[in-house]
């Protein structure tokens, strides 16, 4: 069979292929603890989902509207209205199955052969893979470890050309934990009205965040006509399975995205769609909850690596990952990602999330403080 050339420019995320690689020791009988996948251990909150429940009941398991079920997609508008202090209308949230395909359908609306996108590196993978996957030009903007693993804006100035097309942002970062500074993102929103740029914002962990409080490029004056907002219910609410996020869309994109929501997906599934209404109106405690243990576990990994001979660790800020230095154990980051998953513990080396991930390890934190503390112990044997 003579697959699709474009295909081999399609990247993947490996989180998903180490996933797959520690099930298969484990089915051999080895313990494994996980530290590779970015959905948080806890359980949806109950009363999300009695909605989805209920919903069923009330006959929401048909076809829905392509952009999304209005009276959900008022709800979710009232929501990012208050996130970000301005109204936000119903017409310009599209609901997707997650909120990874808003990156899908954003790319494909945005980018020709030859167009280029400025993405941060080390980033989500899914990123650089379908801006590859379009023909577009990846360029990548260096997240630096001495600068908190943030970026240069400068830097980000000077990667601009008369071909940029789209800016992606995203804070909390994944694999990072890094967060932006509010000058900074002011700064690149001066870039993008002035060289006439789209910014997509991936804040997707931005309830996530352990002591400052969400920024978002959406907030300056007029950005809503060039900045697309995703965000979603997998990591806030613990949905990742229930495949329920969003875009906030400028007001030019929303056909188009729809168009290809129809072309692909059809929908997003129905009764899913009603448990967002209870997810967002519905108590915020255990979103509350799930942030303090997950600071309390930031604390135990980043006490733990500082603690490993060749290992340093900078405190995130934010969402559940933690980016160790590995660059003084001699071992490169696949390397040592493959002898800690042979010694029982799965995370992902660096370079899973672009090319500037070399000398690091990404480790979530969605796991328990005495499965963590174990993990620890075992990358402390391995290594010294
Ligand atoms: C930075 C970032 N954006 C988006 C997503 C997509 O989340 P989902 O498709 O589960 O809503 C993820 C998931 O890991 C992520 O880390």
Redesign the pocket.
């Known amino acids: 069979m003579k697959l699709s050339t474009k295909l081999v420019r399609l990247g993947t995320?490996t989180?998903f292929e180490v996933l797959a690689k520690a099930k298969k020791l484990e089915s051999q009988g080895k313990k494994i603890i996980h530290l590779e996948i970015?959905?948080p251990d806890f359980e949806t909150p109950d009363h999300i989902k009695s909605a989805a429940k209920k919903a069923l009941d009330d006959g929401y398991t048909h076809y829905g509207p392509s952009p999304g079920l209005m009276e959900v997609r008022e709800v979710i508008a009232d929501h990012q209205s208050s996130v970000h202090g301005k109204k936000i209308s119903p017409e310009n949230v599209i609901i997707?199955?997650?909120?990874?395909?808003?990156?899908f359908f954003s790319i494909m609306a945005l980018i020709d052969q030859g167009d280029e996108v400025i993405y941060p590196n080390p980033?989500?993978p899914?990123y650089e893979s379908m801006i590859n996957y379009v023909g577009g030009k990846a360029v990548p903007v260096q997240l630096k470890e001495e600068r908190g693993f943030n970026a240069d804006v400068d830097q980000i100035e000077s990667l601009i050309s008369s071909k940029t097309k789209l800016i992606i942002l995203?804070s909390p970062?994944?694999?990072c934990g890094s967060v932006m500074d509010k000058d900074d993102i002011r700064r690149i929103a001066k870039i993008a009205s002035g060289n006439d740029i789209v910014i997509l914002t991936?804040e997707?962990?931005k309830d996530l965040y352990f002591d400052d409080v969400h920024e978002s490029v959406f907030d300056f004056d007029g950005m809503e006509n060039r900045v697309i907002i995703?965000d979603?219910?997998?990591?806030s609410y613990a949905?990742?399975g229930w495949?329920?996020?969003y875009g906030v869309f400028p007001n030019e994109m929303v056909e188009p995205v729809s168009r290809l929501i129809t072309n692909s997906v059809s929908c997003t599934s129905s009764f899913s769609q009603i448990a967002a209404i209870a997810a967002l109106t519905g108590s915020q405690d255990s979103v509350g909850q799930m942030l303090e243990e997950f600071k309390i576990r930031s604390d135990i990994v980043v006490e733990g690596l500082n603690q490993i001979k060749g290992v340093s660790c900078i405190s995130p800020k934010g969402?559940f990952y933690a980016f160790p230095n590995i660059k003084d154990t001699g071992y490169s980051s696949q390397q040592l990602s493959d002898l800690l998953l042979e010694n029982g513990v799965a995370l992902l080396p660096g370079t899973s999330f672009g090319k500037f991930g070399e000398g690091y390890l990404r480790l979530s934190f969605a796991n328990s403080r005495e499965n963590i503390k174990q993990a620890l112990d075992i990358m402390k044997k391995v290594l010294e």
Do not use: H, Q
């Open positions: 995320e989180a970015g959905e997707t199955p997650g909120a990874k395909p808003i990156m980033g989500f899914i995203n970062n994944n694999p991936d997707v962990y995703l979603g219910f997998s990591k949905m990742t495949r329920l996020g969402a």
